[in-house]
């Protein structure tokens, strides 16, 4: 396969293996068969990591595209996530089996608890049990690594089994960077992955970005994700168009003036989505 672009390397996480610095969001992507077609657009351009979840539809598309663009199994790093309406030993269990069902996989190399869903009654013990049958899951070969999701540090100390999770994946962009978070899991090596690095186009307006991607000569986008890359935090963006697959990889090729980062860390709280671990 020719590979369009493609500066993304590779980060060790906390238990040894390796993950691409940047991947591809799958989340809307729902038609079988024209998210087969964006996934191999993904993968055509560069993109490693695909990350998808039990609940967004697109695990058929993606399993499809890893399974037909003729790259070797070994190449591609494929999240999924438990959603959190399946947490507990056997619901995550059945989750992780319908996961690899329809991705058609042998394996997944990340698996993530979606949401802690802290408003459930039980949801500490759930999340307990969840997490020692990831760790089983892990050690049966089934996934590679594990993690979690929109878990806040209070949600982390609930899971600690002695066994830290890989990766939480949570919302930062600009305007939203959850610091105490971001600190909590670097100081303990749990790699962080950004969702919503763009914004979900909420930051399009912002006219702090679009003065900066005139200085830069560059798009919003590749300001923002940038900005994510300045933090060492995995983006994970998500189009549908492959001109903007490519664009969104050349954030690599941005690097950011100490003063204009001091402004993007700065910015009071912007395009967060509305959704908060404690309550959703
Ligand atoms: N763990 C979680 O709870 C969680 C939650 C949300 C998302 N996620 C994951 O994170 C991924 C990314 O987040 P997201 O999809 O919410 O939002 P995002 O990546 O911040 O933004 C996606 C939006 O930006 C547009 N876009 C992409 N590149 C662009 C560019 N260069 N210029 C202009 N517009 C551009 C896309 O439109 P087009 O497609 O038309 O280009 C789409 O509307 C998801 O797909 C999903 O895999 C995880």
Same mark, same amino acid.
């Given at each position: 396969?020719?590979?369009?672009?493609?500066?993304?390397?590779?980060?060790?996480?906390?238990?040894?293996?390796?993950?691409?610095?940047?991947?591809?969001?799958?989340?809307?992507?729902?038609?079988?068969?024209?998210?087969?077609?964006?996934?191999?657009?993904?993968?055509?351009?560069?993109?490693?990591?695909?990350?998808?979840?039990?609940?967004?539809?697109?695990?058929?598309?993606?399993?499809?595209?890893?399974?037909?663009?003729?790259?070797?199994?070994?190449?591609?790093?494929?999240?999924?996530?438990?959603?959190?309406?399946?947490?507990?030993?056997?619901?995550?269990?059945?989750?992780?089996?319908?996961?690899?069902?329809?991705? @058609?996989? =042998?394996?997944?190399?990340?698996? !993530?608890?979606?949401?802690?869903?802290?408003?459930?009654? %039980?949801?500490?013990?759930? *999340?307990?049990?969840?997490?020692?049958?990831?760790?089983?899951?892990?050690?049966?070969?089934?996934?590679?690594?594990?993690?979690?999701?929109?878990?806040?540090?209070?949600?982390?100390?609930?899971?600690?089994?002695?066994?830290?999770?890989?990766?939480?994946?949570?919302?930062?962009?600009?305007?939203?960077?959850?610091?105490?978070?971001?600190?909590?899991?670097?100081?303990?090596?749990?790699?962080?992955?950004?969702?919503?690095?763009?914004?979900?186009?909420?930051?399009?307006?912002?006219?702090?970005?679009?003065?900066?991607?005139?200085?830069?000569?560059?798009?919003?986008?590749?300001?923002?994700?940038?900005?994510?890359?300045?933090?060492?935090?995995?983006?994970?963006?998500?189009?549908? @168009?492959? =001109?903007?697959?490519?664009?969104? !990889?050349?954030?690599?090729?941005?690097?950011?003036?100490? %003063?204009?980062?001091?402004? *993007?860390?700065?910015?009071?709280?912007?395009?967060?989505?509305?959704?908060?671990?404690?309550?959703?």
């Amino acid at each position: 396969m020719e590979q369009q672009y493609n500066q993304a390397s590779y980060i060790t996480l906390n238990d040894g293996n390796k993950i691409p610095n940047i991947g591809f969001g799958t989340w809307t992507i729902k038609d079988e068969q024209e998210g087969y077609k964006i996934v191999l657009d993904a993968i055509e351009s560069g993109y490693r990591l695909i990350d998808t979840a039990s609940i967004y539809g697109s695990e058929g598309s993606v399993g499809k595209a890893v399974n037909q663009c003729g790259l070797k199994r070994s190449d591609l790093f494929i999240t999924t996530k438990v959603g959190k309406d399946d947490l507990g030993t056997n619901l995550c269990f059945q989750s992780l089996q319908a996961s690899l069902r329809k991705l @058609n996989l =042998q394996y997944i190399d990340l698996l !993530l608890i979606h949401w802690p869903n802290a408003k459930a009654p %039980d949801y500490e013990k759930k *999340l307990k049990e969840t997490w020692e049958a990831f760790c089983h899951f892990k050690e049966a070969g089934l996934v590679k690594s594990i993690g979690v999701s929109n878990f806040l540090p209070h949600h982390l100390k609930i899971i600690d089994n002695g066994i830290i999770p890989a990766v939480n994946q949570i919302e930062f962009h600009v305007g939203y960077t959850q610091d105490e978070v971001v600190d909590y899991c670097q100081q303990k090596d749990i790699l962080v992955q950004a969702w919503s690095p763009l914004g979900q186009r909420r930051l399009n307006e912002n006219k702090t970005l679009i003065d900066m991607a005139k200085k830069y000569n560059t798009s919003i986008a590749s300001i923002c994700l940038a900005f994510v890359l300045s933090h060492n935090i995995v983006p994970i963006p998500k189009t549908q @168009n492959k =001109q903007r697959m490519i664009e969104n !990889l050349h954030c690599f090729d941005i690097k950011l003036s100490a %003063d204009d980062l001091s402004i *993007l860390n700065n910015m009071p709280q912007t395009a967060f989505s509305g959704l908060h671990p404690d309550t959703f």
